[in-house]
């Protein structure tokens, strides 16, 4: 078990490296003059200032001489200074987006979570049964669309009003701008926010919970240890959340704890679409403003988080099934 | 693939005459061709009884009908907006245009049709580039053992905790807008999971007594891998195919909607983008986002529905007990 476990944290350490690596070279080699794309507009723009700022970024040294800065830096979690927002560093910019992704993101993953392996177990338990296809239309309808043309709609219905639907819900934003509510106010109101979006990444989600679980359970369900369990006398119920609901969770387990590592980054275009202030959003203004910089530190903490939901996979499987310990 | 291996040597030598072998001549690639042949018709009828299959099937030809024939079906004309064909910004569904129009008056029904050929196109162009990068690490990983594996399969690990979308997105913003870039920055973030599929029914193949007996009659790696392994690893890439298929068209989708896409060139991403830009959610210009999203749905589940129903036909652990 504890050459299984360093085994493991060694190598999530190892993609962290070439995470790191990857990072430099993606955006040292490509195309493009950081340099300019930080002037590019400003009123300073000049050869003389091009080759300061060229300096002041570190961009005239040879390649290995940046790498060591950059190798430095990036240990000591100094992540430079955002183009777009200026002046100000990465991490004090990625901090404040940090905790309305959470929120958001966290929340409506768990849900979607809960609600899809509850579809999975019943429409799996009842192979071919009225719910069964009903429930397996839906969830592949679900996971067959982008989720932000479902958010769009969601949005264009509820908070624009569209035909028959009342306007009732925020058109975006993560609270009322100015209104200085505080205390519960505060939070009913970032609530009525999150709504929509919530609801819009929940449906979104849930489809592939729901799929993934109705597999497992039927792949479960052809095994001789339920025969045996039928032959003996159990109860169905007692069968299907006894026996094979708990053995066809693993690979479903897995699944939800892989997604909460893509938290980080997997709102992109349901943040920006509602104007949720989370990192989703910030990284299509990053994008918009060729702030690579930001892009930089947002791609290492979405890997990162990526990584860490990994290895957290990798020990609670050791931990739930021995056979993986072993082998 | 369930048949028993019959070895090529197993067909009657060439009879050794001086005019060059007969014409009806039994040679051992026929004899693999017709086995394989074979194998497909009995796959096509299996298929053909699956109704999942069938329906995903179905909606995907009428697609690909639609984007081959869409010159015949829509003037292309009307893509540009100084076309006299065009009528007023924002107008909603009426007998000229059947779907409305849009920001610039064009007709949202000859965009959808025309966004079908980008869309399919760069869906089908990035599996294959996935395809073929995902396959070939998977089977030199898997045939070759050993440091290759161990150094093939890390840097597949390493591709698959990247996130996709970020990683897509940073390319496609450092490195243009352009269809060539959104191919390759799709084909080259998508393949992972297919290499490390590849990979272990490469192993499992692998360790089959026929392709012993291959090697025992010194057979060589390039044949064995030609001819034994890549045969019987090829109808699970191709489910995979299809299944990846949809999730670059989604990709694509998704890409463009973020301004990442090709700027002159009409899919459905672009159409959305260009729809929620232009304010079409607060507007309530429902007509301008729904047939470009139905479109994406449609052919994202018709491709889903065709891979499971081509897994579950040909992954011999899902078939129905």
Known sequence: MRGYLIGKVAQALLTLAFVVVFNFFLFRVMPGDPAALLLRGSAAFNPDTLEQVRVDLGLDRPLPAQFVTYLGDTLRLNLGDSFFARGRSVNTVIAERVWPTLLLVGTSTIASAIIGLVIGIYGGWRRGSAFDVGSLGFTLFVYSMPEFWFGILVLMAFAGGVGPFPAIFPTGGYETPAAGLTGLSHWVDVLNHMVLPFFVLTVAYLGEYAIIMRNSLIDIMGDDFITTARAKGVREQQVLWRHAVPNALLPTMTLTILSLGFVFGGAITIEYVFSWPGLGWLTVQAIDAKDFPLLQGLFLLFSAAVILANLVADLLYAYLDPRVRAG | ?321
Not at chain 2, 158 to 187: D, Y
């Open chain 2, 1 to 321: 693939m369930k048949t028993p291996p019959i070895e090529p040597t197993a067909a009657p030598p060439p009879p050794a005459t001086a005019e060059g072998p007969p014409p009806d001549r039994v040679g051992p690639r026929r004899i693999a061709w017709a086995r394989r042949w074979r194998s497909l018709v009995r796959v096509a009828r299996t298929y053909r009884r699956n109704p999942m299959g069938m329906a995903g099937l179905v909606i995907l030809l009428f697609f690909i009908a639609v984007a081959v024939l869409a010159p015949l079906i829509a003037s292309g004309e009307g893509l540009d907006p100084t076309c006299p064909c065009t009528g007023v910004p924002f107008q909603p569904p009426s007998r000229e245009f059947p779907f409305g129009t849009d920001n610039l008056g064009r007709s949202v029904l000859t965009l959808t049709i025309w966004g079908a050929r980008i869309s399919l196109l760069v869906g089908l162009m990035a599996t294959l580039i996935s395809m073929v990068i995902g396959s070939l690490i998977g089977i030199v990983a898997g045939y070759l053992g050993r440091w290759p594996e161990s150094l093939l399969m890390r840097l597949t690990d390493w591709f698959l905790v990247i996130p996709f979308l970020p990683l897509a997105i940073v390319l496609a913003s450092l490195l243009g807008r352009s269809l060539l870039i959104i191919i390759l920055v799709i084909g080259v973030t998508s393949w992972p999971s297919t290499a490390r599929i590849v990979r272990a029914q490469t192993l499992s193949v692998k360790e089959r007594p026929y392709v012993e007996r291959a090697r025992a009659l010194g057979a060589s790696g390039w044949h064995l891998v030609t001819r034994h392994i890549l045969p019987n690893v090829g109808p699970l890439i191709f489910a995979n195919t299809i299944l990846t298929v949809a999730i670059a068209i989604l990709s694509e989708t998704t890409l463009s909607f973020l301004g990442l896409g090709d700027p002159l060139s009409t899919s459905w991403g672009t159409i959305l983008e260009s729809a929620f830009g232009s304010g079409a959610a607060t507007a309530g210009n429902w007509w301008w986002l729904l047939p470009p999203g139905f479109a994406i749905v449609l052919v994202v589940l018709a491709f889903t529905m065709c891979g499971f129903a081509l897994d579950e036909i040909l992954n011999p652990r899902l078939r129905q007990r």
